[in-house]
């Protein structure tokens, strides 16, 4: 069993300002599996549709920011982050 920290939202995970602390931090803690499975597509076979959505320059910025500190494209962070907020409002839909 191991025990280091769970991190269970992608908000617990601090900026690194280089690889050396990003390592050390990772050496002591973990992901939970589960935030780990829901960072994953899940659109394989589904199918989905295109939106326009008209977002401030400087947000679009931020976002693609902390998109790239979790390894994840901005696009998929933010339908990530839809469903979870989705589930949080509506969790037996």
């Known amino acids: 069993m191991n025990d ?8 617990e995970i601090p900026f ?3 690889p050396k602390e990003e ?3 990772w050496a002591s803690h973990q992901l939970d599996p589960t935030l780990l499975s829901a960072s994953l597509s899940r ?12 977002i401030d320059p400087r947000m ?4 693609k920011r ?8 901005y696009q998929s962070m933010i339908k990530q982050w839809l469903a979870e907020r ?7 839909a």
Do not use: V
């Not at 280091?4 to 908000?11: H, S, T």
């Not at 659109?43 to 008209?54: F, V």
């Not at 902390?66 to 494209?73: D, F, G, I, K, V």
């Open 66 to 73: 902390l998109a790239a500190r979790r390894y994840l494209n």
């Open 60 to 63: 679009l910025s931020r976002l």
């Open 16 to 18: 690194f300002p280089n």
């Open 23 to 25: 390592a050390a931090y």
């Open 43 to 54: 659109s394989e076979g589904q199918e989905s549709t295109s939106i326009t959505l008209r």
């Open 86 to 92: 989705m589930e949080k409002e509506n969790p037996e």
């Open 4 to 11: 280091l920290p769970l991190i269970r939202q992608w908000e």
